[in-house]
T-cell receptor
Framework: RKEVEQDPGPFNVPEGATVAFNCTYS??????FFWYRQDCRKEPKLLMS???SGNEDGRFTAQLNRASQYISLLIRDSKLSDSATYLC???????????FGAGTRLFVKA | DAGVIQSPRHEVTEMGQEVTLRCKPI?????LFWYRQTMMRGLELLIY????????DSGMPEDRFSAKMPNASFSTLKIQPSEPRDSAVYFC???????????FGSGTRLTVV
């Protein structure tokens, strides 16, 4: 089993749609969780942290479910500019080793 | 804040040549990471440093790869000799504290022919 798994997609959604991605991780002792966004031929950029209590930033909501070992990202009212690859990131115990998922591709169309 | 600065942006070299990639982390960040990204394997952590000390280099694929961080503001990743399968985008990232998110540089796109 991979340490961090994501559905590669692609997810093709119309503008205004709500879309959700999940990511599972294998190490129950993992400490920190993030979502990154990567545009084509660009570097990954931090989108948001993920907390057990949930984290909301505008149209984006991230959740952590430790019992089931998954994190989720919900995007409401999708915009064309949301088209990108979304990377799930897990930080291992010790706080240094970071594992990136393979990413989920999102295409938002007009 | 200039962000994480990598050079060169693009590198095309012939098989067997030495390649050196450079990274300047964000000032004050004490953790530095080298990643490689390919379509087939995604983002792979090669090595990370904390306070200029290599903590884990288990991701370095072979002895042909080496990395140094002589001071808090500079790191290099060297491939000698280079091979076509080393072609990838190499990212450097830095972080202020363990467990926090990273800031990535723009990457070096390496092509070995």
């Amino acid at each position: 089993r991979k340490e961090v798994e994501q559905d590669p997609g692609p997810f093709n959604v119309p503008e205004g749609a709500t879309v959700a991605f999940n990511c599972t991780y294998s190490n129950s002792a993992s400490q920190s969780f993030f979502w990154y966004r990567q545009d084509c031929r660009k570097e990954p950029k931090l989108l948001m942290s993920v907390y057990s209590s949930g984290n909301e930033d505008g149209r984006f909501t991230a959740q952590l479910n430790r019992a089931s070992q998954y994190i989720s990202l919900l995007i409401r009212d999708s915009k064309l500019s949301d088209s990108a690859t979304y990377l799930c990131v897990v930080i291992e115990p010790g706080g240094f080793k970071t594992i990136f998922g393979a990413g989920t591709r999102l295409f938002v169309k007009a | 804040d200039a962000g994480v600065i990598q050079s060169p942006r693009h590198e095309v070299t012939e098989m067997g040549q030495e390649v050196t990639l450079r990274c300047k982390p964000i000032s004050g960040h004490n953790s530095l990471f080298w990643y490689r990204q390919t379509m087939m394997r995604g983002l792979e952590l090669l090595i990370y440093f904390n306070n200029n000390v290599p903590i884990d280099d288990s991701g370095m694929p072979e002895d042909r790869f080496s990395a140094k961080m002589p001071n808090a503001s500079f790191s290099t990743l060297k491939i000698q000799p280079s091979e076509p399968r080393d072609s990838a985008v190499y990212f450097c990232a830095s972080s202020l504290l363990e467990g926090l998110g990273y800031t990535f540089g723009s990457g070096t796109r390496l092509t070995v022919v």
